[in-house]
């Protein structure tokens, strides 16, 4: 394959939702030498598109979740196949690709999800050159100098209670949300702003819901532990938890372990706002509570 733009070094972000990914991407792309780290892979085959929220519940058979997600704005109608995952011309997106997520010191960085994972390999296999790559090389041979970064959150509810907070606002950053009402915002407020505000949806507590996407976090964080294990791969560790108790440090080690270093005038910028809030801490507890007694018989079957 032939490219406008061929990075000499490469590394991939290897996480699941809402484990802290965004933010230490955001911590390397802030240093300017750490390529450009975006979820450019993130097509599902059937779609070529982004899971849409009703996606993370396929196969639950529980309508009191989807009519919830359906109240809300989750795109409507679905978007017409994006071209850019045509995949008879794979091999021209993975070239804007690495145009898009190299910095000009050549390093190309991106995140990869698991639940993408399958897909983005099926994806690579219809370039010819790499159709019969084994698995094990596969990624190594389409990204050079290939390093592994493994993104994990510890609390494994407060991630699940995350993605669930996310998936009913279909909002996964604070800067998306601000970006949102940045037109309400700008000049005086419009007369329609207190009353949109007054009738916005309420967020929902759903145990059953919050179940079923803390298991699918623990599947795919065990398939990234099988992956890594089948190709005798050890990734660069990061815990999130670590990691955002001291952002600036962590960025500068994680930095230094990819053998990299920050420009000798390089400041970091404020940091994203933290989006864990006083609902996130509430359903954690109202979770481990009720998973808690079903688990010992402390409360009736039916809660």
Not at 72 to 101: C, H, I, K, M, N
Not at 186 to 210: K, M, N
């Amino acid at each position: 394959m032939s490219s406008s733009v061929q990075p000499q070094r490469s590394y991939l972000v290897c996480a699941t939702p809402r484990s802290g990914s965004t933010l230490v991407c955001h911590g390397l792309e802030e240093t300017g030498v750490a390529g450009r780290p975006e979820e450019y892979f993130e097509a599902l085959r059937h779609s070529g598109r982004p899971r849409r929220p009703e996606e993370y519940f396929v196969g639950v058979e529980d309508p009191s979740i989807r009519d919830h997600l359906g109240e809300r704005a989750v795109g409507g109608e679905p978007q017409p196949r994006s071209p850019l995952w045509s995949r008879a011309a794979y091999d021209r997106y993975l070239e804007w690709a690495f145009e898009t997520g190299t910095t000009p010191n050549g390093v190309f960085g991106a995140k990869l999800m698991w639940g993408y994972f399958e897909d983005f390999v099926s994806l690579l296999r219809n370039i010819p050159a790499y159709r019969e790559i084994p698995l094990a090389e596969l990624l190594p041979t389409v990204f050079p100098d290939l390093t592994f970064v493994r993104v994990v959150r510890a609390n494994k509810v407060r991630q699940a209670v995350s993605l669930w907070k996310a998936v009913q606002t279909a909002t996964w950053r604070e800067d998306q949300a601000g970006a949102k009402a940045a037109s309400l915002e700008d000049g005086d407020s419009p007369p329609y702003r207190s009353f949109i505000e007054e009738h916005r949806p309420q967020l929902r507590f759903h145990y059953r819901a919050i179940e079923h996407l803390l298991e699918q976090i623990l599947i795919e964080e065990s398939r990234w532990d099988a992956f890594f294990e089948h190709c005798g791969i050890k990734p660069v560790l990061v815990l999130y938890e670590n990691f955002a108790a001291d952002y600036e440090t962590s960025t500068l080690r994680l930095l230094e372990r990819l053998d990299l270093s920050p420009p000798d005038d390089f400041e970091f910028e404020p940091r994203m706002k933290r989006q864990s809030d006083n609902v996130n801490d509430d359903w954690v507890r109202r979770y481990s509570e009720l998973r808690l007694g079903t688990d010992f018989d402390l409360v009736p079957t039916k809660a």
